[in-house]
Nanobody, 120 residues
């Protein structure tokens, strides 16, 4: 079974940095894209960054230039390096992977989430 376990959340001041990590239990990790989502209070969950199985990244406009997603297939781990953090980045961050066809016919797997709080 796929299990995603995140770590690295916490409290930082504006302008600071954090690195999130997500470990995937699946032996097929290297064949799948991985992503980070976040959900702020009262808001919908939104895509922050995605990385293909080949390592090609994609970012939300709000974090482009500040966040970097990467993966280490030998460790079954995806990372999100967050620099120049803003109070607007405060949210619960979730690790995600999608298996099968694109859209609802496939299956989304989620970590339990980690809280990132950015103070001003």
């Amino acid at each position: 079974q796929v299990q995603l376990v995140e770590s690295g959340g916490g409290l930082v001041q504006a302008g600071g940095s954090l690195r999130l990590s997500c470990v995937d239990s699946s032996l097929a990790f290297r064949f799948n894209a991985m992503a980070w989502y976040r959900q702020a209070p009262g808001e919908q969950r939104e895509l922050v960054a995605r990385i293909s199985r080949g390592g090609s990244p994609n970012y939300a406009e709000s974090v482009k230039g500040r966040f970097t997603i990467s993966r280490d297939n030998d460790k079954n781990t995806v990372y999100l390096q967050m620099n120049s953090l803003k109070p607007e980045d405060t949210a619960v961050y979730y690790c995600n992977t999608h298996r099968g066809p694109a859209g609802p016919s496939g299956t989304d797997y989620w970590g339990k989430g980690v809280l990132v709080t950015v103070s001003s």
